[in-house]
């Protein structure tokens, strides 16, 4: 079935450090890709998407490129900063209705 | 445009009462899907409705159950509750002009924390 296995956190980080939460997935077809971010206190919000092989979706200095010989959404970001302590989900939809979710990785940035 | 809007948002009930959880999507959306987020664990997809019928579901027993009404939004009911639905139950809206594409965003909003005693 359709599965998504994300990096184990807690990811701890000192400001201006760069960083990979990893990201792969089994699905059939082509599926969209998904980062969602959850900050304290917060819901879910999307942070960015790929919808198709080799598109590199962009936010907030975030990058993340659909890798499809590899199957994998790595999110990265050159400079984090202590705003961007979070949660981070990768979220692959195959097609119809549903929208799969990791298990998450937890950001904390130290100033 | 208003987003998302869920109640309640902290609620306590005991092992085999029944629970209603309401959503109100997004201006706009027609598609309303549920999730249940346990402590420190991703969603898991409980079902998901468009046009007022379930599209798809989840790994999910029938106890939970679910409508959407004329105006999009919808309700979550879970019967006979037990001690391990006690998590963050999470609605979300899209737009699917086209439900088989997967392009869609989905607009989540704040949860409903249910506590089972």
């Known amino acids: 079935g359709d599965s998504v296995t994300q990096m184990e956190g807690p990811v701890t980080l000192s400001e201006e450090a760069f960083l990979t939460i990893n990201c792969t997935y089994t699905a059939t077809g082509y599926p969209s890709l998904f980062w969602y971010v959850q900050y304290p206190g917060e819901g879910l919000q999307l942070l960015l998407k790929?919808?198709?092989?080799?598109d590199k979706g962009s936010n907030k200095g975030f990058e993340a490129t659909y890798r499809k010989e590899t199957t994998s959404f790595h999110l990265e970001k050159g400079s984090v900063q202590v705003s961007d302590s979070a949660v981070y989900f990768c979220a692959p939809r195959p097609g119809g209705f549903k929208t799969i979710f990791g298990a998450g990785t937890r950001l904390f940035v130290k100033a | 445009e208003t987003g998302v809007t869920q109640s309640p948002t902290h609620l306590i009930k005991t092992r085999g009462q029944q629970v209603t959880l309401r959503c109100s999507s997004q201006s706009g959306h027609n598609t309303v899907s549920w999730y249940q987020q346990a402590l420190g664990q991703g969603p898991q997809f409980i079902f998901q409705?468009?046009?007022?019928?379930?599209?798809g579901r989840g790994n999910f027993p029938p106890r939970f159950s679910g409508l959407q009404f004329p105006n999009y939004s919808s309700e979550l009911n879970v019967n006979a509750l037990e001690l391990d639905d006690s998590a963050l139950y999470l609605c979300a809206s899209s737009l699917d002009t086209d439900i088989s594409s997967g392009a869609n965003v989905l607009t989540f909003g704040a949860g409903s924390r249910l506590t089972v005693l």
């Open positions: 409705y468009y046009r007022e019928e379930e599209n």
């Open positions: 790929a919808t198709k092989a080799d």
